[in-house]
């Protein structure tokens, strides 16, 4: 869509459009097609791209050794409903240009906190009219919401594991109106990211307690939002450590195990982040594989961490083998339920060009629909999925088949071990699994 705003932000910059892998124009995608459509579906339904308010909007740039770099001409004036306007006005144009069809948010992206709950719910409610009546013109849905329960120093020791019930309570408050403001917004799912659910020392922790307390919390939530009517799929985003030592939601099998025991399950699936995999020394592979094959596979945050250096450094992604390998396993999965890839990942803090943070989101949508395209052609013309059920074979027919469908106790795999003697090995093949990946990129 033609730029429709009150002031032009990203002034000179039109839209993105797909040119085609052999254009030379930076501003153009390469791969991402959005009506092209692969294994069935549209690119743009494949992966409902977002954009992250919180770092393209927001982060200006600021790291523990120096302020922001990256002058924003929105969100510069003293009055935080006109700050709150101008940034909208510039998200919009943005996401609008990019021919996104998604964005997420936290509540504090949207509007300053202000100094009392009162007047920040007044502010938020303002902001959320504004925004609706932006979103709707630009065609522009909310892939999801969330509540920022970890940058306010009064969560330094949690917020729903607060060791002070008010804090907890004070929390639930905040996510009452996320909540509120998501459904208002029509969003599509809600994301729970535990930023400092967790400890920093175990000596002052009742861990017990602090679990126990987060499984109620999240059953609250989703109740409420049930009853306003809520259709839409609650997310936990697992991450390790970062701002804690260490985080409850540490990675994909320890949330699903926690969603299992406090009765979740059927109401919350997983939201992945590559960053988040690199610091629980997993890769996304394996989170989104742990994920899908319990049912859980809901939505991705798109990013990549760095190799030399430990934290969530937030980068966009461009690793085409990384992706592939992630986008076998969604194609496998059959997509995402209910999300989409949100581009949780920020420029660099020297990139202070407006036209940066175009650059980075056309990588990061081109090289998934690369891996996708890729993804795509292995499964559909190579050997890979042939091998794959060949090292299976045994289960597909006699005692195998047996043994799955539960008609063997641990004596008659006794006698069938004793019948049959010392066995052939049979080969993993893994260098030809990699050698197929590496063939169709
Ligand atoms: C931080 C998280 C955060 C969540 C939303 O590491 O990725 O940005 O996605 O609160
Ligand atoms: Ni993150
Ligand atoms: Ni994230």
Known sequence: MAFIGNKEYFKGIAD??????????????????????????????HFKFAVAYWHTFCGQGADP?????????WDQSQDPIVAAKEKADAAFEFISKLGFDYFCFHDFDLIQEANSFSESEKRLSTIVDYIKEKKEAAGINLLWGTANCFSNPRYMNGAATNPDFNVLA?????????????????????VFWGGREGYMSLLNTN???????????????????????????????????????????????????????????????????????????????????????????????ANRGDYQNGWDTDQFP??????????????KAGGL???????????RRNSTDMEDVFYAHIGGADIFA??????????????????????????????????????????ALYEIALENGELDLQSGKQELFENIINQYI
């Open 207 to 301: 861990v017990k307690k602090e679990l126990d307390h987060m499984g109620r919390f999240l059953a609250l939530a989703r109740d409420y939002a049930r009853d306003q009517g809520f259709k839409g799929t609650f997310f936990i985003e697992p991450k390790p450590m970062e701002p804690m030592k260490h985080q409850y939601d540490f990675d994909a099998a320890t949330v699903i195990g926690f969603l299992n025991q406090y009765g979740l399950q059927d109401d919350f699936k997983l939201n992945l982040e590559v960053n988040h995999a690199t610091l629980a020394s997993h890769t996304m592979q394996h989170e989104m594989e742990i994920a899908a094959s319990q049912g859980m596979l809901g939505s991705i945050d």
């Open 170 to 190: 004070r929390a639930a408050g905040q996510v009452k109106l996320a909540l509120d403001a998501t459904i208002a917004l029509n969003g599509e799912n809600y």
């Open 370 to 411: 690369r891996g996708l395209l890729i993804a795509d052609k292995i499964i559909s013309t190579s050997q890979y999925d042939a091998l794959r059920a060949q090292r299976y074979s045994s289960f597909d027919s006699g005692k195998g088949k047996d043994f799955e469908a539960g008609k063997l106790d641990l004596k």
């Open 337 to 347: 339920q209910g999300g989409g890839i949100n581009f949780d990942a920020k420029i």
């Open 65 to 73: 050794f120096g302020p922001g770099t990256q002058n924003f001409p």
């Open 16 to 45: 993105i459009k797909f040119e085609g892998k052999l254009s030379d124009n930076p501003l153009a995608y390469k791969y991402y097609n959005p009506e092209q459509v692969v294994a069935g579906k549209p690119m743009r339904e």
């Open 318 to 331: 461009n690793n085409i083998n990384e992706v592939t390998e992630a986008m076998l396993v969604f194609l």
